[in-house]
C-alpha cells in the first residue's frame, strides 16, 4: 500500500491575498513594459535589458554566460536575442582570446546609442508604473523582498546584478 503524501501547507488569507497579487504583477508588468519598449523603441523588453546590462558592464563587454545571469535568461533565449542584436549592429559576439570556448558579447556603439535613445521612455514608464506608488520605505521593502525571492530562485541573481558597476 502506497503512503499517502502530507498534507499540503495551504495558504492562510493573508499570503493568498499577497500571492495573488505579486502573480498580477507578474503577469501584467512584463507584458506593459514590453508593449511601450516595441512601441516606442522598436525593440522588446529583453532586448533592451541585454543591451542595459552590457552598457554598465566594464568595456561594455560580457561572457555570455554572466550576461544571461544578470538578465535572468537562459542561455538559449539571451544566444537568439544577442542573433538578432548582431544582425542590427547593437552587439558584437566572440570568442575570449585566451580561452575559445568561452564567448564576450560587447555592445556596440550604435547599441549604446540605441540604450541611450531607449532609456527616457523605459525609465518613465518603470517610474509610472512601479515607482510613483510608493514611498521610499517601499521602494526599500520592495528590493529587500524581491531580492529574497531571487535568491530563493537562483542564488547567484542578485550577488551577479550587484557585481555590475553603477
Not at 33 to 62: C, K, W
Amino acid at each position: 500500500m502506497a503512503e499517502r503524501s502530507p498534507e499540503p501547507r495551504w495558504l492562510d488569507d493573508e499570503e493568498m491575498g499577497a500571492w495573488l497579487a505579486l502573480n498580477g504583477v507578474i503577469l501584467l508588468l512584463p507584458a506593459a513594459l514590453d508593449s511601450q519598449m516595441q512601441r516606442d523603441n522598436g525593440i522588446t523588453m529583453f532586448e533592451y535589458l541585454v543591451m542595459a546590462m552590457l552598457s554598465e558592464a566594464p568595456g561594455h563587454t560580457l561572457q555570455l554566460k554572466r550576461l544571461a545571469r544578470v538578465t535572468n535568461g537562459s542561455l538559449s533565449r539571451l544566444s537568439h536575442v544577442v542573433t538578432r542584436l548582431e544582425r542590427r549592429g547593437w552587439v558584437r559576439r566572440q570568442p575570449l582570446a585566451e580561452n575559445g570556448r568561452v564567448t564576450m558579447a560587447t555592445l556596440t556603439d550604435s547599441g549604446y546609442a540605441k540604450v541611450v535613445e531607449s532609456a527616457p521612455s523605459h525609465v518613465e514608464t518603470v517610474r509610472q508604473l512601479v515607482f510613483d506608488a510608493l514611498d521610499r520605505s517601499q521602494v526599500k521593502q520592495l528590493q529587500e523582498i524581491s531580492e529574497q525571492i531571487l535568491r530563493s530562485l537562483d542564488a547567484e541573481c542578485p550577488s551577479e546584478r550587484a557585481a555590475l558597476p553603477r
